[in-house]
């Protein structure tokens, strides 16, 4: 059911070909080169799809001059075409991009300024990717090769990325499907309270020995640490302490995917495991590193990265390049410099104690949770099942209102509100009030 | 013995910590502060390591002001720093980067001005990606879903890419390490005559009939179309016909990995495959296609993609961004624009004529090869055997002469040729000149 469910994920908020009638003769023009270039693998939003032309900070503009406030993309999460980023990808563009087979200054300052966010170990070194993908298909190489094992466990509705072996532990890219032999889902904690938190390390051990039972053995943990595809997991902060801890006593790693909740994004802490007060083996980044420039990373204990080199090597021809690296530098000087962890623990404070007041009035809000800019707004029916449905009608209705928007959860349920960090009070107000008024609209 | 030897492919023309020793104090600090951030992941070039400042044209700087004629590189396809290129980077990362689910210009335009260069097939599509591994990762699912098999032949030397589920395919990065039980790898056709074409083909057959006892089944052949890390392989010119001939036959795919000899590398074409008039399934593509901007692609029959689309779906965040779209057509601008291929076809013949040459005066010289700037020397001790050492003796003997090269080929011993694009008969004759004086000093 779980699996059959997420295959709303995928479905939700996509453009039809039903709905190729419905659209002006100019955006027809480019869905239609759209169909000739791409084919069929490429999932496009909205029933009317934007033609997008120009970003500014928390700001899209379409080709007809309107503009949308960007409730949806955590890539640019120091702002739509940051001025500093910008900057410093031209500079460096026209001064230098090679590899790291030889040596140069830039990726080895982002580096030292990056393992700094990281107090927790001093023996975490860096391997620089291109995407968040390959960053966690490097993770479960060096969780294989530390343990000699090749299970792993993951929550329900996680999505880990597009390469093969990443595709194999991301349940909801499988919908309909069962999971690979050698991976076991376990649900996320959703509901928020303590049973929760205590089901979900109940259920690790469940699946740990499910994995041994089955010859494949237990690997490592693998999460998102604000699980975000699941539908936004955030409290009690702290939950994630006995299950890294049931892992690390079964033998496994940890491995915490920041791809979406790091670098700032869930408001107090530059990592989405530093709420929870665990030190993973492995951590792997993508999305908001360089704010659209390609650029992934992991960051691992130095002993597994020794392991990794003496069995495969590795070595990323754009990784950690000097316009990467650049970029990536100029992101971290944003969040620090304008304290953009901070604002986002403000912003979303002041969102979610305001969705909490919308709850009051609209009943088909059943739950608003999450930290900093990540935050979930749960929908469900009078029966109080989850509501898909309408997630879709008010991800449109917003969108009607110029506000984007989009949607996740094991039953596209859920709300999800992760903008650009730059993201500020008075913005989310905006959102609010235009959350009200689609809501009043449906009642 | 051919995994063993391969190792050399790896350690070859490696800084090692035995070399620390010769390093002045500024680059000896830099090699310290690499080795706090990256760890032991990273293979560094050269027994004394280049710090590089600065790029333009075919040149490198380093940071003391010597400059380098960069005869290895080929992911600058249009030259270091390109200037069309870094202002198309610069105005679009200043305008709009986004992905592929909102609807934006450039990237269609991107992809019609990509596809017309493939006129074997009018239902070629495209899937952007950010790597060239990415690329061979999804191809080498394609095949998988629309035949059912999961067998592949590859090349005993073939590198496709860095993912969980490529590295398997590529045997260069598994030195020592038996193949995986999916995986068949045959020798490339390096002696350049109508034999070893021939054996080719056999190879393969015997290769497909053993995929197709082991129970695996043939999904298909993938091949470097100019057998880079193989230690090249352009002759004769369609000797893959028979072999794309034989694939098909059995019911398999025609992967053209394209990563390297693609975007008018070889000379009289655009793509590689097309030297031997042969009509691949999926075509891949990475390294030169965004002048190091990170951008890949697959192209491929639509059928492929919609069976993809249908089972697991795919998409990549960064993959055909604004930013990344913008630099590849800047860089096929300066292809078509400038004559690129043509260029490379000339300088690339002029070139191994001055090889020829000095085969004639240096019998350490077994064999030059190759196509367009995609040229292999290989070496040979007094008994004619591969010799590694002296490739090894010779790169650093260029690099004392100010010009970066590296090697090839399963022994190590081939000598690899790959400049920039924008590489003319004055820095040809300047590479000959350098090699006449290196070997004349061996001697």
Known sequence: MTAAASRKILALNAFGDGDAARLDPETAALVARRRRTFGPTSVLFYERPLHVARGEGVWLETADGTRYLDVYNNVPSVGHCNPRVVRAVAEQAATLNIHTRYLYDVVHTYAERLLATFPERDDY????????SESNDVALRLAAIATGRSGFVVTEGAYHGNTTAVAEVSPSSRPGKP????????PAPLAGDAAAAERFTADLE????????SGHGFAGLLVDTIFSSDGVAAEPAGFLKPAADAAHAAGGLVIA?????GFGRTGAHMWGFQRHGITPDVVTMGKPMGNGIPVGGVVAREALLQGFADSVGYFNTFGGNPVASAAALAVLDEIEERGLTAQAGAVGRHLLAGLESLKSRHPAIRAARGAGLYLGVEFADDAGRP????TS?????LRDRRILIGAAGIYGAVLKIRPPLV???SHADRLLEALDETLAAEG
């Open 387 to 390: 509501d898909a449905g309408l």
């Open 393 to 397: 009608r008010v991800i449109n209705g």
């Open 125 to 132: 070194r860096a391997v620089f990717t291109c995407t968040g």
């Open 206 to 213: 469940a699946a740990i020995a499910s994995l041994k039972a």
């Open 257 to 261: 995917d920041e791809v979406q909740p």
């Open 423 to 425: 993201f500020e009070t």
């Open 179 to 186: 999971l690979a032999p050698h991976v076991r889902a376990i």
